[in-house]
């Protein structure tokens, strides 16, 4: 599990500014449980108490999304060993100490700001590109935000924003930094390599029941019968929803004529446009070519290009100037006239009007009636959702809710952690990860939290029995452990020959004597970086080239988990150039891991000045329930 949850911090750049891209603050351990602190409180910053309540919520979402990430189910042991407890108590303190630091320093933000920045999330527009009040509701009810939490917390996030911007934002790492930082990314290796074949480990005895006993002992875990359960699975899925939601004739067609403009191309105009520096020399222009005088002429006396005037054929809403515009799709073909726009006079010239174009009705009515169904059904599924949790809270069953309110219901049978029946079998689960996930969180007896789906729905899970996870005997066993032991057997032998071939090149063997004796080829890469993959190559053996200098002789495992033996043939060295691409999102993320490395320092100063005090005991109720003294 753990291995599952370090898999995102794989990039090589991410490996380097880990320490300086995530602001952690060491405060976990800070105190015991505080004698005058009361369960309600989990922490105090300052003066400032932190209530039980929200490390409880906000811990809740933080496994639940952890699990999400990892493909199944976090117990309570692997997120303490991941250390979630302490970075979800390290973010609510973090932002008390930013919250009291803003306090203190009289740091807002206006409504009126605070307005524009709920308004310009992209999550909280409509089908038409707006601001749509209704969605942003649905949105914050689906995630279980009530509106006047989320306008605080907006708030305070801009007005911890403006101190940390303030302080920390445009800062450059150092050039020394960059050209190292740009080094590891970019050199390259080339290597000469051979795979050692699986042949080359000779005939492997078959094990004795001695050798099985004693593999058997020492892996018993991993022959263990994981886990399984069954369980039952409504679903509320928008989707599903839409299709039985009726929209009439009517209000599809009041839709079209509402947003006739979303079905069509708008009227587009080829738009000429010369500036001039005043009034008096547009007017002067615009005479000369109502009297029949050539543009060319006016082009020639302005020092222009036909290109430089034009500005090709646009749609309204494509020209910057609102004035020109209004201008250039009033005007009549080829009438020119004076428009006194945003940076000066100028003379528009309309030379082509192609007419916009609206598709009928029965071409996007489909469409149309889809589009609305759908936006039912979004609205109405909190309204359904909030009548299944009532009546789950009343006492009915799920198979009940599900045959009232119309939801697909399954019965799932037993299924292990990692998707699978007892007999080895993928089992198709409902929902998939996130609804198996919390079957293996539920508790038998007892109602179960909505599951959101990635559909935008919801499902419930009721679990209904539990088959412990137990050791196998050797005798249920015997042909898998067989397996194993030989496998082992090979892979050893393998390594053996890996390496004894290794040291002959090192004494002089050439590898393409080596690859002869063994009847494989030589295999030569082309340059590559660390970063990979690289064809033919496992990761241990691209690990295994850049901890070589040129000429150097390494071991590794295969891509096809066997042995090779990689010769490194050559190094290329990278010039740092800063002006290249690279080198310049290279800078900018460097700089930003400055700034975050310097903001951890900063805030742990203000901690310090604060003074925090972390409520043991109340943190334990919650991370480990039943374990608290």
Known sequence: MLNQLRRGAGNWLAKILMGLL?????????????????????????????????????YARAMQALSQNVGGPVSPADAAAYGLPQQVLSQIVTETVMNNTVDALGVGVTDEELLRQIQADPNFKGADGKFDPNRMRAILAANDLAEADYVNAIRGLSERRQIMEGLFSGITAPEIM??????????????????????????IAEPTDADLKT?????????????????????????TLAASTPVSEEDVKADYERNAAKYGTPE????????????????????????????????????????????GLVAKTGLIDPKVADAAFSAAPNQPIVVDGRFGPVIVIVTEIKPGETKPLAEVEGDIKRQMAEDLARRNLLNIYDQVEDALSGGQSLKEIADKFHLAFVEVGSVSLNGLSPQGDAVNVPGGQPVLAAAFQADSGSDSDAVKLASGG??????????PARDRTLDEVKADVASAWKAEKTQAALT????????????????????????????????????????????????????????????????????????????YDPDFDPTLPDSVTLADQAGQSVGNALLSEYVSSLEASEGIKINQAAVTQVVAPGQGS
């Open 22 to 58: 995530v602001v952690s603050f060491v405060i976990w351990g800070v105190a015991d449980a505080f004698r005058g602190m009361g369960m309600s409180t989990v922490a105090t910053v300052g003066g400032t108490e932190v209530p039980l309540t929200r490390f409880q919520r906000d």
């Open 178 to 203: 960059l050209k190292a930082l740009y080094t590891y990314g970019n050199e390259q290796r080339t290597v000469r390599y051979i795979d050692v074949p699986p042949q080359a480990a000779g005939k």
């Open 215 to 239: 593999y058997f002992d020492a892996h018993k875990a991993e022959f263990s019968a994981p886990e399984y359960r069954s369980f039952q699975v409504a679903t509320l899925d928008p989707v």
């Open 268 to 311: 587009r105009r080829n738009v000429q446009q010369i500036p001039f520096p005043d009034r008096t020399s547009a007017d002067v222009a615009l005479a000369k070519l109502s009297a029949g005088n050539p543009l060319s002429d006016i082009l020639a006396e302005r020092k222009l290009s036909p290109a430089d005037i034009d500005l």
């Open 458 to 467: 919801y499902a419930w899970v009721d679990l209904t029995q539990t088959t």
């Open 496 to 571: 053996a020959k890996a390496a004894e071939i290794a040291e002959a090149v090192r004494k002089g063997q050439s590898l393409d004597d080596a690859a002869k004796a063994l009847d494989v080829d030589v295999m030569t890469t082309a340059p590559f970086k660390r970063s990979g993959p690289v064809p033919g190559l496992s990761a241990g053996a691209i690990a295994a080239a850049f901890r070589s200098a040129k000429g150097s002789v390494a071991t590794a495992a295969s891509a096809t988990g066997g042995q090779s033996v990689i010769v490194v043939s050559d190094v």
